[in-house]
């Protein structure tokens, strides 16, 4: 009777440790919809793999430094910009159109950031899209684009203002957030252009 109470003992003792695990185990593996998994993962792939497309693209048809001289002289700032200094949404260029078909048609957000270095060569950032606080599974992409003496301001309709690169450099007003890196180059700055999108 005696070997009989002790393995009924052990075998609740078991079932008890046994059910504690597993309620253990499920509580720190709890799964909520902002669980990261491997379909999101996935999604942000994607994301990164479009936004870096984009971003080619528009390098390679000029459409990007388009949108990077798409600057209003009087105002310093850029066209359709608001008191903060930037765009609450996609500017009025070609490569906004993009930005705004490909991604906040389709649900998606994005900020877009111009990185300069200064007279003094420190690093500096002036935003020209900002549509809100990224994620935490935001994708980012950069791409350096070069800027000449020659390429001209946009006006607010993005044909070419009279007013060159060269022609701000030669100025003494700041008429341009990115100064003239060498002026004795025709190479008038190198920048980074970086694409932040996140699911909305």
């Known amino acids: 009777m005696d070997r009989a109470q002790a393995h009924t003992l052990e075998a609740i003792t078991a079932a008890m440790i046994l059910i504690s695990a597993l309620v253990f ?8 919809p902002l669980t990261g998994s491997t379909s999101s993962q996935h999604i942000e792939n994607q ?7 984009v971003l080619a693209t528009a390098d390679e048809n000029g459409t990007l430094v388009s949108t ?3 600057w209003n002289e009087s105002e310093g700032r850029w066209h ?5 200094g930037y765009v609450r949404g ?24 111009l990185y300069y270095v200064d ?46 690169l060269e022609d701000v450099s030669d100025s003494d007003s700041d008429s ?13 700055s190198t920048v980074e252009v970086e694409l932040v999108v996140w699911r909305m």
Do not use: C, K, M, W
């Open 25 to 32: 185990a499920l509580q720190v593996t709890a799964v909520t």
């Open 47 to 53: 994301q990164a793999a479009v936004a870096e497309g």
């Open 68 to 70: 990077l001289l798409y």
């Open 80 to 84: 359709g910009a608001t008191a903060d």
């Open 90 to 113: 996609p500017p009025e260029t070609a490569f906004g159109d993009v930005l705004e078909q490909t991604f906040l048609e389709r649900g998606i957000a994005f900020d877009l950031t």
């Open 119 to 164: 007279d003094s060569g420190a690093r500096q950032r002036e935003r020209i899209v900002d549509l809100g606080e990224p994620s935490d599974h935001a994708s980012t992409v950069r791409r350096l684009v070069t800027l000449t003496d020659d390429d001209r301001l946009r006006n607010p309709d993005e044909s070419l203002s009279a007013t060159t």
């Open 176 to 188: 341009y957030v990115v100064g003239d890196a060498d002026e004795d180059q025709s190479l008038y």
